[in-house]
């Protein structure tokens, strides 16, 4: 596979990630960093470092824009839940089995 299509079928299973995680508000960022030590908010971090690699301006604000597909307050208005203490407990243990 050449170069270029790589890069294509990349961007296009991102665009899938990202309409999947915007289809799914129900997944919850702490339960994402539980279980897969990232969540929305990392991929945003990512997309701004990205471009910011590439000479692009796209700040953090804009990247979460992106990726939560609305503004990040609006998204915490409609669909963030407060962390459960179980959710809290879990997300503490996995920061300590990092160390």
């Avoid at 296009?12 to 908010?41: G, K, S, W, Y």
């Avoid at 609006?74 to 089995?97: D, S």
Wanted: aromatic share 12%.
């Amino acid at each position: 596979m050449d170069k270029q299509t790589q890069t294509e079928i990349e961007a296009a299973v991102f665009r899938r990630l990202l309409d999947h995680f915007q289809q799914h508000t129900e997944a919850q960022n702490i339960d994402l960093m539980i279980l897969a030590d990232f969540c929305r908010n990392c991929l945003a971090k990512w997309y701004a470092a990205a471009a910011q690699e590439r000479g692009e301006s796209v700040d953090y604000e804009q990247a979460r824009r992106i990726v939560y597909g609305m503004p990040y307050p609006e998204w915490r208005e409609k669909y963030q839940k407060e962390a459960t203490p179980e959710q809290l407990a879990a997300y503490e243990l996995k920061q300590k089995q990092k160390t």
